[in-house]
T-cell receptor, first 114, second 116 residues
């Protein structure tokens, strides 16, 4: 089984500043996928960004980017120019190439302060 | 394209009763996964169905069961409800290939179950 660890239960950031959320994972698979999901107070889980483990280039989606360190099994999320709408619970998740079972971290609650 | 829908959104049941939750995936998606989300335990995987077959199962007691229909809609059932079953139950569907047959998941809004 895979494990995903998010060591920061809560974080806060000033509006327009940059914040980095940490995630580490443990897997013995060579082929796997990593994701960051966002769950705003309305509770709808939304995919923020994804990374295929076989790709060395870090994924980027507008203000969201990842720092994928495969050897260290680290997958952090950087949010630039933080906005009030970024306030949410952020979950890191992993999935292997076999089957469709996701493994989620315990989440980081991010608050953007105006 | 319509998103994942879950019904009902809120439910209050009494200990010992049973409950059935429903999930309609995104059109064309064949995989449906169920998760239990609680403040103390985070997101815990219940099971995943693909083409009407349970493909993966999490570590939950047999009181938790599910099924998937030919139109990919899925239901999960919890029998003999316990107070600890109070949670947000999330359904996720997938179907967009990422490369080697794996798929990213799209979540529904969840069903908030309260057991009294």
């Amino acid at each position: 089984a895979q494990t995903v660890t998010q060591s920061q239960p809560e974080m806060s950031v000033q509006e327009a500043e940059t914040v980095t959320l940490s995630c580490t994972y443990d897997t013995s698979e060579n082929n796997y996928y990593l994701f960051w999901y966002k769950q705003p107070p309305s509770r709808q889980m939304i995919l923020v960004i994804r990374q295929e483990a076989y790709k060395q280039q870090n994924a980027t989606e507008n203000r969201f980017s990842v720092n994928f360190q495969k050897a260290a099994k680290s997958f952090s999320l950087k949010i630039s120019d933080s906005q009030l709408g970024d306030t949410a619970m952020y979950f890191c998740a992993s999935m292997t190439g076999v089957g469709n079972q996701f493994y989620f971290g315990t989440g980081t609650s991010l608050t953007v302060i105006p | 394209k319509a998103g994942v829908t879950q019904t009902p959104r809120y439910l209050i049941k009494t200990r010992g009763q049973q409950v059935t939750l429903s999930c309609s995936p995104i059109s064309g998606h064949r995989s449906v996964s169920w998760y239990q989300q609680t403040p103390g335990q985070g997101l815990q995987f219940l099971f995943e169905y693909f083409s009407e077959t349970q493909r993966n199962k999490g570590n939950f007691p047999g009181r938790f069961s599910g099924r998937q229909f030919s139109n990919s809609r899925s239901e999960m059932n919890v029998s003999t409800l316990e107070l600890g079953d109070s949670a947000l139950y999330l359904c996720a569907s997938s179907g967009t290939p990422l490369g080697s047959g794996s798929y990213e998941q799209y979540f529904g809004p969840g069903t908030r179950l309260t057991v009294t």
